[in-house]
């Protein structure tokens, strides 16, 4: 069964403009991380943002934040004010509870228009 | 600089014939991986090793193997038992396995078997 669903295979966006790149995912484990990682081109893997399961806050870093909903088992990432450079492709993953395997989405391309 | 280094970026081998890839890290992180990534897809795990001279299978061993003899290398070499060689090949390596903390990539390789 899929653990990390990212349902956006690609997304525009005006410059300047947020967006918001969707990612469910599916545990039974009280304890889990969530992570965003932007693959450029040239491909590396760079890390965004990370959210804990018993975080009581949203995490943000930047222009990046993260849209925790626990209920719906939903950890969407918002890029705001959107740059040309943030063109790459994104890729939502989850470590659940100590376990060393880390899953990934599918990955959504995102695509910035000037 | 601190960071993972992969080794080299393009290699090219015929079929049938093993092929080491190189993963060396100063980050002096415990926990060492290698993922597998195909064309539009998410990364899958290959090997992941938490201390030295121990390691353990990902999903998709098969065809691959992988030694831990120093805290700083991780070695993948692709067998001619693996069916689909071509694919880019990450490693990275974290803080400590279990931790909730990202995970470093290194620039990958792309492996081409003709």
């Known amino acids: 069964a899929q653990k990390i669903t990212q349902t956006q295979p690609g997304m525009f966006v005006q410059e300047k403009e947020a967006v918001t790149l969707d990612c469910t995912y599916d545990t039974s484990d009280p304890s889990y991380g969530l992570f965003w990682y932007k693959q450029p081109s040239s491909g590396e893997m760079i890390f965004l943002i990370y959210?804990?399961?018993?975080?009581?806050q949203n995490a943000t870093e930047g222009r990046y934040s993260l849209n925790f909903q626990k209920a719906r088992k939903s950890a969407n990432l918002v890029i705001s004010a959107s740059q040309l450079g943030d063109s790459a492709m994104y890729f939502c993953a989850m470590r659940e509870g100590w376990n060393n395997d880390m899953r990934f989405g599918a990955g959504t391309r995102l695509t910035v228009k000037p | 600089d601190g960071g993972i280094t992969q080794s080299p970026k393009y290699l090219f081998r015929k079929e049938g014939q093993n092929v080491t890839l190189s993963c060396e890290q100063n980050l002096n992180h415990d926990a060492m991986y290698w993922y597998r990534q195909d064309p539009g897809q998410g990364l899958r795990l290959i090997y992941y090793?938490?201390?030295?001279?121990?390691?353990q299978k990902g999903d998709i061993a098969e065809g691959y193997s992988v030694s831990r003899e120093k805290k700083e290398s991780f070695p993948l070499t692709v067998t001619s038992a693996q069916k689909n060689p071509t694919a880019f090949y990450l490693c990275?390596?974290?803080?400590?396995?279990?931790?909730?903390?990202?995970?470093?990539f290194g620039p990958g390789t792309r492996l081409t078997v003709t």
């Open positions: 959210q804990g399961s018993y975080d009581q």
């Open positions: 990275a390596s974290s803080i400590n396995v279990g931790d909730p903390y990202e995970q470093y």
């Open positions: 090793s938490q201390i030295v001279n121990d390691f």
